[in-house]
């Protein structure tokens, strides 16, 4: 598709799309209601709308639902939603609403979804919506699963639902079937059209700002389907995305660009709350679409500052092995998690503390392209400037929690709920970037180095105690002054060990070959067999520990060969 228009094939059904994504973050969905139009559905939650059961969050995603089908906005005079029955899209208000799956499948299902459709006079059902929600509280950590393996729970319960809504309806290839999503929820549609059971009754996926997945989950569905399939049915698929969203970018990207179109989104480029989400709270708009005149906002071949950062990152994460990319994914999950709702997952899902120093250890490696690259020290640098503005703006004008003192409080509760290293690796950037913003460097210098100072004696503080290969340093250069290594032998240890892996690995396929020569009668031996077989293969730790000895043993005489050159000899 050309950038810079919603595409005819999908123009009708993008607008749908929209107004039902939207619908969810309203989260409310009667038990009772079954069968029954959104028109119902609306004037219900109108009513909830004043009792306030509804978040701002919730009220905000009415009013622009309301909007758009009624084409009237609420009364604020009156407080109330007049209904004049003149439905301004009564293709929205007429579709029947079938049932949601915390309704039908138990209120711990993380894959929040729903089900609509329309029928034709004879009462076949003609286009059928499936579309799923995105994170909320006591969900993000089942994102840090799906960037690190080939499917998490949630992407299984979203495959589930729908296949549950396939055979409740009894639909086929006569009904327009189309699963949408947005965030998180993009995925799970995602997910959907490539790996549930009905993925081939799937006419049209559209994602807004859904992420993609992990390098695992590309290799199974290509297992699933073969290459020439595969290709078949992610072009299916459409995405739909902020020019300055900083979700759709992360994971590896499966939609074709020509089926992704980037609308200008109105919001300031730092504005990390309204960068990704569907409606803006405060001003009560919505961030890609205009639910008051019906249509996307303009669309664009260029994304913005913060997405151009967060690909990076996303980039940076997923060419990382597995192991260290599911410590990092999982850590930084269990750290909004705690941001957002202050405990753990929905099923008690949280990172390890093994896995929080493993993201200590190698947060650098994802985080260098912001850290250490001019682009991503002037995107962080201008953000904080910005924040730093706002603060002294809220000062100035006497309001009592200025933003500064919330980031400060959150980085307190960070520490006092995880005091890992991830923390101290976060407050020493925070401090470093702080320190470039000009303007305030001078008022912010006490400040500044007080926190560079607790932050240095933490980070001390963990790494004596939890850090073995630090202690033993300690331990050695305290009663050494001379730091002696014999290369040559690191260099023959690495060797062993990677004639070792050789060996594993011949032995490996030896085993292998038993399988196709032994006889039935063996079973009992096939069996012992399998069981050795599982722990005898190639090892990526081996592998690794034979590189680090290698590079150790490399960096070390290229340091001496430096000395050496300084002192002439």
């Known amino acids: 598709m050309a950038v810079g228009s919603i595409p005819n094939e999908i123009s009708s ?314 410590d990092i994914c999982r850590s930084i999950m269990t750290i909004l998690e705690y941001f957002f709702s202050g405990k753990p997952g929905l099923n008690g899902e949280k990172a390890t503390a093994e896995e929080y120093l493993g993201f200590a250890k190698y947060g650098e490696k994802i985080f260098s392209e912001i850290l250490f690259t001019w682009d991503g020290q002037k995107f962080i640098n201008r953000s904080i400037y910005d924040a730093l503005k706002k603060y002294v703006f809220q000062i100035e004008h006497g309001e009592k929690t200025p933003v500064l003192v919330d980031i400060i409080c959150n980085v307190g509760s960070f520490i006092i709920q995880f005091k890992a290293e991830p923390l101290l690796l976060a407050l020493n950037g925070f401090v470093k970037l702080v320190s470039s913003v000009s303007d305030f460097a001078d008022v912010l210098a006490p400040v500044i180095e007080f926190c560079a100072n607790v932050a240095g004696s933490i980070g001390k503080y963990l790494k004596e105690k939890l850090d073995k290969d630090y202690r033993a340093a300690k331990e050695y250069t305290d009663s050494n002054s001379v730091l002696q290594l014999d290369t040559g032998e690191l260099y023959g240890l690495a060797e062993r060990l990677w004639a070792v892996n050789g060996r594993l690995q011949s032995l490996d396929y030896r085993l292998d070959g038993l399988y196709k020569t032994a006889k039935w009668t063996d079973l009992g031996k096939i069996i012992k067999t399998a069981g050795a077989d599982m722990k005898i293969g190639w090892s990526g730790k081996v592998n690794n520990c034979a590189n680090c000895l290698s590079d150790t043993a490399n960096r070390f005489e290229k340091a001496e060969s430096q000395i050496m050159g300084l002192l002439g000899e």
């Open 13 to 326: 059904q993008a607008d749908v799309s929209m107004i039902l994504n939207t619908l969810m973050y309203v989260n409310y969905f009667p038990t009772s209601a079954d069968k029954e139009s959104v028109d119902t559905l609306l004037r219900e939650q109108a009513g909830l709308y004043n009792t306030n059961k509804l978040e701002p969050e919730q009220k905000a995603a009415y009013e622009c639902v309301y909007q758009y089908v009624y084409g009237e906005k609420y009364d604020s005079s009156t407080a109330k939603f007049e209904f004049s029955g003149n439905n301004s899209h009564p293709e929205i208000a007429q579709l029947t609403y079938l049932n949601h799956s915390n309704n039908v499948r138990g209120n711990n299902d993380g894959a929040v979804g729903a089900a609509f459709y329309s029928t034709d006079a004879s009462g076949n059902i003609q286009d059928l919506y499936v579309a799923y929600r995105g994170t909320g509280k006591g969900r993000w950590y089942d994102n840090g699963d799906a960037f690190s393996k080939k499917y998490s729970p949630y992407q299984q319960d979203a495959a589930e639902y729908f296949d549950s809504v396939i055979e409740k309806l009894g639909v086929d290839e006569d009904t327009n079937i189309y699963v949408t999503g947005h965030s998180k929820g993009g995925n799970q549609a995602q997910f959907v059209t490539l790996a549930s059971k009905n993925a081939h009754l799937v006419d049209k996926c559209i994602s807004m700002d859904g992420e993609g997945f992990s390098p695992e989950a590309i290799a199974y569905f290509k297992q699933l389907y073969g290459e020439d399939a595969y290709e078949e049915q992610f072009r299916k698929m459409y995405a739909v995305c902020g020019d300055n969203d900083y979700v759709n970018v992360l994971g590896i990207k499966v939609i074709p660009e020509d089926h992704t179109v980037y609308v200008e989104s109105p919001t300031n480029v730092h504005d990390l709350s309204n960068a990704h989400g569907l409606v803006n709270v405060k001003t009560g708009k919505g961030n890609l679409f205009d639910f008051e005149n019906g249509t996307f906002y303009n669309q664009t071949d260029k994304q913005r500052d913060l997405a151009i950062v967060a690909r990076s990152l996303g980039e940076n994460i997923m060419k990382m092995p597995q192991e260290e990319r599911e």
